[in-house]
């Protein structure tokens, strides 16, 4: 052992954490892995919690903990240090003393760290200790994500700012495609994005910055950046554009594309929209898993009765099946996972989407492309002549489309779609609108369920309080006098919420609902009848969800309409 390994084995032992069976894990562990840090190998080897880790250690080095949820750095801390020194080190710059600078490290034997700054600051280093994730967190709350890239880029000095934009200008665009720190830059944005759960990015050109928001759980949320940003959005802009195969030079409409990347071992699919607006243009990324672990149906949250009317609905030989809601209510997640329980060796499911949003094995899915001529209606009339058992259509835009899907059904087929309507009762009136026949709308559609989807409460912090009846107006008793509300801690990046949950009313159509289309009555006629065999609306569905705890009683009144 040498004397390094000594020492560290002497401060590892002296700071009670650890046995010595676990030292000589730790120790093994570093042997096998010549790079690893002692540190990391202490977190991933030792049997201790990080924490634990750090106030053993750090009493024995005289290092002080800080809690980075509950402080924060000096303005003239962070000031002393770029961000390429503060990435590099993976510290973050804490206080600032007239001869030394406090620096805030996961790692206490990172000797190498507090050599390289001090010789940058020319200050003595004084290391404080945190949890890595902490630190990362607290690098990217006051440096922004992607400081160091954005840092490079602006000391490269070819860049100026243009008078109109605030952009970047006199620089070749093509060229900037190929530039290592505008790559870097995007990578971790759409790195970052991912990591935190995001189904959305959104890069909005303002008068004075660059906006950046992540969709997370439907709420979008600002991402910290560099303020220096403003001066390179052109450049990013651009860089986004090449990787989709977009003009570049195009800037004046409005350009659709896609990004295949790899993050962690997943490809990831990207769409890709711009719109150009005041300040440049505007993108918007759609990320979306490849192939993604489907949804089971007993995952979905159905309630019992509407679990049971959707089963002996999907088994159906022939019918129409609709899905309704607005954009991102989790209408395909719910399509992929009744196409999952269908997908047989002996059932043949043909596809027809746009875009094909997740990949499945044993099923024909087929791009629509309307440029040339690929459109829903065109596909419906060549999937009658593949010999399919189930069709699904991603969406029934027009009376074309409405009438091939409907024959289809009442030629032996099952298919499922989907509609854009307020809520299930709507998705009649809408057909008719189309100028579809009500005796054919009756005759078709099996049944249609209505979606939203609501945010979960974190379970880690959710707490238990009484309900307030003045939000609580149904007819029947409530199933409980308490509720859950979210808190916030860092397992829900504190807003008390984590993932999503979806909400169904299911409208199962039998004679009395088909005499009702053929007579042409109104969504609320029909929402009645429902009603009054059984269906829960979505509000309804809402509250049995908060009193089991699941979401809170705001996240209802923000997602449903009172009926």
Same mark, same amino acid.
């Given at each position: ?46 049997? %201790? ?41 993976? %510290? ?23 050599? =390289? ?75 970052? *994005? ?82 150009? *607006? ?13 192939? =993604? ?61 746009? +875009? ?9 899915? %087929? ?44 030629? =032996? ?45 974190? +379970? ?62 109104? *969504? ?40």
């Amino acid at each position: 052992m040498s004397e390094n390994s000594a020492l560290s084995a002497m401060i590892l032992r002296s700071s009670g954490v650890y046995s010595d069976a676990a030292l000589e894990r730790i120790m093994e562990a570093r042997e096998r892995n010549p790079g690893m840090g002692l540190a990391e190998a202490c977190v991933k080897f030792g049997g %201790v919690k990080e924490p634990d880790f750090l106030a053993g250690v750090g009493r024995v080095l005289g290092m002080e903990t800080v809690d980075l949820e509950r402080r924060s750095p000096s303005q003239e801390a962070l000031a002393r240090l770029p961000a390429s020194a503060v990435y590099q080190y993976n %510290v973050l710059p804490f206080a600032l003393s007239e001869r030394s600078l406090t620096v805030v490290s996961p790692d206490p034997f990172d000797t190498k760290a507090a050599d =390289g700054l001090r010789l940058l600051c020319g200050l003595r280093i004084v290391i404080a200790l945190a949890p890595r994730e902490e630190v990362e967190k607290a690098v990217k709350k006051y440096y922004g994500v992607g400081a160091d890239a954005i840092e490079k880029m602006i000391e490269d000095g070819r860049y100026s700012v243009d008078e109109d934009f605030g952009a970047m200008s006199k620089i070749d665009v093509s060229e900037m495609g190929e530039e290592a720190s505008i790559v870097k830059f995007v990578n971790q944005i759409i790195a970052e *994005a991912d990591r935190q759960g995001a189904t959305d990015i959104h890069i909005e050109p303002q008068e004075t910055e660059l906006r950046i928001r992540y969709r997370i759980d439907g709420m979008l949320h600002k991402v910290d950046v560099p303020p220096q940003l403003n001066r390179l959005k052109a450049a990013i802009i651009s860089r986004i554009k090449v990787m989709a195969n977009l003009d570049i030079a195009e800037k004046r409409l409005p350009m659709d594309g896609r990004i295949g990347i790899r993050i962690g071992g997943e490809d990831i699919d990207i769409r890709v929209s711009t719109m150009p *607006a005041a300040y440049g243009e505007s993108i918007s990324l759609r990320l979306l898993a490849k192939s =993604g672990n489907f949804v089971k149906m007993t995952d979905l949250g159905f309630n019992a009765r509407d679990f049971a009317v959707v089963e002996k609905i999907i088994h159906r030989p022939n019918g129409i099946f609709l899905v309704t809601g607005p954009t991102g209510s989790g209408k395909s997640t719910s399509l992929y996972s009744f196409l999952s329980e269908v997908n047989k060796i002996d059932v043949r499911i043909m596809t027809a989407e746009d +875009p094909i949003e997740y990949h499945m094995a044993g099923i024909n899915q %087929v791009q629509m492309q309307a440029d040339i001529g690929m459109t829903f209606a065109r596909a419906l009339r060549a999937f009658l002549r593949q010999d399919p058992d189930i069709i699904m259509v991603g969406e029934i835009r027009d009376r074309e489309t409405a009438e091939i899907a409907i024959n289809a059904s009442l030629t =032996g087929h099952m298919v499922f779609s989907t509609l854009h309507t307020n809520d299930a009762a709507g998705a009649f009136p809408r057909l008719i609108d189309m100028g579809v026949e009500p005796f054919l709308i009756a005759s078709a559609v099996a049944g249609v369920m209505g979606q939203r989807l609501c945010r979960r409460l974190c +379970p880690e912090c959710r707490r238990e309080t009484p309900l307030d009846m003045k939000y609580y107006n149904l007819s029947v008793p409530p199933q409980s006098r308490t509720v859950w509300e979210p808190c916030g801690c860092d397992a829900c990046s504190r807003t008390g919420y984590k993932g999503r949950r979806a909400l169904f009313e299911v409208l199962d159509v039998d004679e009395d609902i088909e005499g009702a289309i053929v007579r042409r009555e109104n *969504a609320t006629q029909i929402r009645n009848l429902a009603l009054a065999k059984g269906m829960k609306t979505l509000r309804e569905d809402g509250w049995d969800k908060v009193f089991k705890g699941v979401t809170s009683v705001k996240e209802i009144l923000r997602v449903t309409e009172e009926q």
